[in-house]
């Protein structure tokens, strides 16, 4: 039953289901939902297309274009019947008048296969399809003129730069067009033989036939030659077809190779050393590993080691120059100290100063 029988006009029955009416004239019916809770499904009384009954067609439905039968069967019954055309009339706008199939198709709303099923059920004469005339072009090798149907011609145009009259013309003029190339003397890699070749074909590896170029590819992976790591100098065994300038024994020999190579201005990515700005290039890794063994791996103000730490000491210029990278000038300091020289500069660098002139008298 409906939630508020308030609103309600009126009720009836239509076709089996039961259709309230609001006092503002809405249609809608009572159905349950997943969670058994009662749902008003609005809509319309619509009369059917296929039988003329009424029944109820809810809004959803309507909006995507259907609501027009009561069932599938009256849907199914119209759509069947609705493109049937009499014979008489299809016999007298086919035959004998002058409408074009377009124009009949338009007049009874159907498609070009259905007027096709439509006549072939009859037994209606075809209408004979004027096509246009062919074609008239010239072969591009013997240069006679031939016909060619008018769709093959505006099917292909503008893909083929060349037009033959037949396939022996065709491959007659591939046989001229490959002739007039360019072409250069190559000696075989196998058998050393010299032979032409298209400049376009010219390779590393040139073989006058197929034998040599088996021949030659087995022996290059079937034998060996002994060779040795570019990098680190080891030995190495590699078929003919590995060897190269320069072969690596593994992928970190040839990361070595490539990372010294491409170093600094080698680099195809090196903008002048900005990246170690505000220090300079000499400040590096290395010069940071030499201060630290000097100092001993101990922060040379509180004493604690990098063992105790668990990281790198850090490296501070006493002068507060960062592009002054002389060994006097540098000193080995923990994370904690280090941040305490950012005050009372020139208190810190007196402290530093005496503390290397210790260290060097040592050494």
């Not at 995507?64 to 759509?79: A, H, L, P, Q, R």
């Not at 124009?103 to 006549?119: A, D, H, M, P, Y």
């Not at 769709?151 to 065709?170: A, I, P, Q, R």
Request: net charge positive; charged share 30%; aromatic share 10%.
């Amino acid at each position: 039953m409906p939630r508020s029988l308030s609103e309600i006009d009126y009720s009836e029955c239509i076709n089996g289901k039961m259709i309230f009416t609001t006092v503002d004239g809405k249609h809608f019916i009572e159905s349950n939902s997943k969670c058994n809770k009662s749902i008003r499904r609005y809509g319309q009384i619509k009369q059917c297309i296929c039988c003329k009954n009424q029944f109820f067609a809810r809004n959803d439905s309507i909006k995507n274009g259907n609501g027009c039968f009561c069932s599938n069967e009256c849907s199914s019954k119209y759509n069947s019947n609705q493109h049937i055309i009499d014979y008489d009339t299809l016999k007298n706008l086919y035959e004998n008048s002058d409408l074009t199939r377009e124009e009949i198709e338009q007049k009874f709303g159907i498609s070009n296969t259905t007027l096709t099923r439509l006549v072939n059920k009859y037994n209606l004469k075809h209408r004979q399809i004027e096509r246009a005339p062919p074609q008239i072009l010239t072969c591009s090798n013997c240069g006679c003129e031939f016909e060619r149907a008018n769709y093959l011609v505006e099917m292909f145009k503008g893909k083929f730069k060349n037009t033959f009259c037949s396939f022996d013309c065709k491959g007659e003029h591939q046989r001229k067009t490959r002739d007039n190339k360019k072409r250069v003397t190559v000696t075989c890699s196998w058998c050393g033989n010299p032979h032409e070749k298209i400049i376009s074909k010219v390779t590393n590896n040139n073989y006058c036939c197929k034998e040599c170029q088996y021949k030659h590819i087995s022996y290059l992976k079937r034998d060996r030659v002994e060779t040795s790591c570019y990098t680190c100098g080891e030995p190495l065994s590699l078929k003919r077809c590995q060897i190269s300038e320069r072969n690596f024994c593994s992928r970190e020999c040839m990361g070595k190779q490539l990372s010294i190579e491409q170093r600094g201005e080698n680099c195809h990515l090196w903008r002048g050393g900005i990246s170690f700005k505000p220090y300079s290039p000499e400040f590096n890794n290395r010069l940071k590993t030499i201060i630290r063994e000097r100092d001993r791996f101990t922060c040379q103000l509180c004493g604690i080691t990098e063992e105790l730490v668990g990281q790198k000491l850090d490296v501070h210029h006493i002068d507060y120059d960062k592009t002054n990278n002389e060994v006097i000038n540098l000193i080995s300091l923990c994370k904690s100290c280090h941040s305490k020289t950012n005050f009372k500069r020139d208190d810190w660098i007196n402290l530093f100063n005496s503390k290397n002139e210790v260290i060097t008298f040592q050494e």
